[in-house]
């Protein structure tokens, strides 16, 4: 889980970023382990075994990624266009 602080510093850092989206969203991550699997989940169109699809990729309308440092640990923000 994500801290609130770490959040907000994202969303103030790449404020400018969001704010020349449409319906933008932001994604933050910790860089480790369990971060990247979420990433991937995220990125990736998802099926059931009969082929439904039951996630759609957070990039189906463009999504940018970007790495931060806060207080000497590691994030990663995932810019989300919604149009």
Not at 12 to 22: I, P, R, S
Request: hydrophobic fraction near 35%.
């Amino acid at each position: 889980m994500i801290s609130k602080q770490v959040y907000n510093f994202a969303k103030n850092k790449f404020n400018e970023d969001l704010d020349l989206m449409l319906n933008a969203s932001l994604i933050v991550l910790p860089i480790n382990p369990e971060g990247e699997e979420k990433r991937e989940y995220l990125i990736n169109y998802q099926h059931d075994k009969k082929g439904n699809l039951i996630h759609q990729s957070v990039y189906r309308y463009g999504a940018k990624e970007i790495n931060f440092e806060y207080k000497n640990d590691l994030f990663l923000a995932i810019l989300v266009n919604n149009d």
